[in-house]
Nanobody, 128 residues
Framework: EVQLVESGGGLVQAGGSLRLSCAAS????????IGWFRQAPGKEREGVSCISSRDGSTYYADSVKGRFTISNDNAKNTVYLQMNSLKPEDTAVYYC?????????????????????WGQGTQVTVSS
């Protein structure tokens, strides 16, 4: 059974940093896409970033470009989201998701409709 466990969320002041981790287990796929998504109260889910395990290609939402960095440690089956220069509007529950293979564009994976597996989420709160 595929499991995704997020960690690293918390409370931080505006301008601060956090690093989220997504530990994946229970799968044997050679290639996969992992994405980070967020959902704030009363808002729709938003794609934040995604990465291809095949070649390490990364994609970002415009709202986080230049501030967030996604990376993948294949040996540990863990994907990280380094979040710098955090803003109050980054406050949300952050989820990671995994989809076997990499068949579509990065922008398509950022939409979030393709993923088969989702984690439980971790809360990120940025105070002003």
């Amino acid at each position: 059974e595929v499991q995704l466990v997020e960690s690293g969320g918390g409370l931080v002041q505006a301008g601060g940093s956090l690093r989220l981790s997504c530990a994946a287990s229970g799968f044997t796929f050679d290639d996969y896409a992992i994405g980070w998504f967020r959902q704030a109260p009363g808002k729709e889910r938003e794609g934040v970033s995604c990465i291809s395990s095949r070649d390490g290609s990364t994609y970002y939402a415009d709202s986080v470009k230049g501030r967030f960095t996604i990376s993948n440690d294949n040996a540990k089956n863990t994907v990280y989201l380094q979040m710098n220069s955090l803003k109050p509007e980054d406050t949300a529950v952050y989820y990671c998701a995994l989809d076997p293979g990499w068949y579509y564009s990065g922008s398509y994976y950022l939409e979030g409709n393709e993923y088969d597996y989702w984690g439980q989420g971790t809360q990120v709160t940025v105070s002003s």
